[in-house]
């Protein structure tokens, strides 16, 4: 089970730094509305460059925890219930701007994988 838990770390990861740092300025299928950025996806949400800021920083650190929690494993209590709780964020986010559930996977993928990640400790 280890190597499975550790398997989920790396690939929270690396999927919220390519978000959040590789594809910061590139279109997805899975941005909020009609977003090409991340800057407009926020826009689509109400949501200004601060909080933008703000979140992706949160996003980011609670991946780098969860990475480090591979070696030292209490770190898992800072970073996978601040990440499920901004991705439970981000699924209001794509329902109140009315995009269609598929664009909510990757967030609730990553909130069940949090969960898991807790779960299974």
Excluded: C, Q
């Amino acid at each position: 089970m280890e190597y499975v838990t550790i398997a989920i770390k790396i690939f929270i990861f690396l999927s919220i730094f390519n978000v959040w740092v590789i594809r910061f300025h590139k279109s997805t299928p899975w941005r909020g509305g009609a977003a090409k950025s991340m800057e407009e996806e926020f826009e689509a949400y109400g949501l200004g460059k601060p909080m933008m800021y703000l979140v992706g920083g949160l996003k980011l650190l609670s991946a780098v925890l969860l990475l480090a929690s591979i070696w030292v494993p209490s770190l898992i209590f800072y970073g996978a219930p601040p990440l499920a709780v901004l991705m439970i964020g981000a699924i209001i986010m794509h329902i109140k701007v009315n995009d269609p559930i598929k664009k909510s996977l990757p967030a609730f993928i990553f909130l069940i994988l949090s969960i898991l990640l807790l779960i299974l400790k």
